[in-house]
């Protein structure tokens, strides 16, 4: 089965950056479209990017356009969400989710919770002064 693993969370300055990484010790990331999600304290958890299979297109919530990269790193196996100028409210904790795997196929991703049947224990992010 399918193991996520998130890191790179921590405390950050209003404005500062942080880098999430979603790794996979087993499985080729590469087959699978992975998502980026975050729930806040007290609240439901919300897409935040995306990024598809064999097609350039990404998703990001409006909350982070402009601010967020989703990439991937085939070479290290790995999913990155570069957060840059960060605010309090992009507070929470931070999963990256899968899902496939898919091959010789297209797949745009959906920042949908239900699409994706794998996921990893979260990163947290504190954004504060």
């Known amino acids: 089965q399918l193991q996520l693993v998130e890191s790179g969370g921590g405390l950050v300055q209003p404005g500062g950056s942080l880098r999430l990484s979603c790794t996979a010790s087993?499985?080729?990331?590469?087959?699978?479209?992975i998502g980026w999600f975050r729930q806040a304290p007290g609240k439901e958890r919300e897409g935040v990017s995306c990024?598809?299979?064999?097609?350039?297109?990404?998703y990001y919530a409006d909350s982070v356009k402009g601010r967020f990269i989703i990439s991937r790193d085939n070479a290290e196996n790995a999913v990155y969400l570069q957060m840059n100028n960060l605010k309090p409210e992009d507070t929470g904790v931070y999963f990256c989710?899968?899902?496939?795997?898919?091959?010789?196929?297209?797949?745009?991703?959906?920042?949908?919770?239900?699409?994706?049947?794998?996921w990893g224990q979260g990163t947290q992010v504190n954004v504060s002064s």
């Open positions: 989710a899968a899902q496939g795997p898919y091959h010789r196929v297209s797949v745009l991703c959906q920042a949908t919770e239900s699409e994706y049947p794998y």
């Open positions: 087993e499985f080729v990331l590469h087959y699978y479209v």
């Open positions: 990024v598809s299979i064999s097609d350039p297109r990404t």
